[in-house]
Nanobody, 115 residues
Framework: QVQLVESGGGLVQPGGSLRLSCTASQSIVSAYAMGWYRQAPGKQRELVANINWIGVTNYADSVKGRFTISKDNTKSTVYLQMNNLKPEDTALYYC?????????WGQGTQVSVSS
């Protein structure tokens, strides 16, 4: 399996911004898709955004217009730019990669939005 390492989480005030990064241990060129999921306490893990091998993106309705997913194949990295953060965005954010080798997950990075 591919190892995924997330970074960029933290504590931010409502209306603030964060950029999450997820770097894979191997090339992501062959990935069918990469994405970000999140899980808040007491809730199920949910898809936030994903991007497929040709760059087509998909977002949860709750983050459309505020979050942007992108990737850099040369750096084997996927990003999640999060703007206008809200308290309800507080969660543990996980990176996911789906490729011919299977489904891989990172360990997660905490995002907390609070005044």
């Amino acid at each position: 399996q591919v190892q995924l390492v997330e970074s960029g989480g933290g504590l931010v005030q409502p209306g603030g911004s964060l950029r999450l990064s997820c770097t894979a241990s191997q090339s992501i060129v062959s990935a069918y898709a990469m994405g970000w999921y999140r899980q808040a306490p007491g809730k199920q893990r949910e898809l936030v955004a994903n991007i497929n091998w040709i760059g087509v993106t998909n977002y949860a309705d709750s983050v459309k217009g505020r979050f942007t997913i992108s990737k850099d194949n040369t750096k084997s990295t996927v990003y999640l730019q999060m703007n206008n953060l809200k308290p309800e965005d507080t969660a543990l954010y996980y990176c996911n990669l789906l490729d011919p080798r299977g489904n891989s997950w990172g360990q997660g990075t905490q995002v907390s939005v609070s005044s």
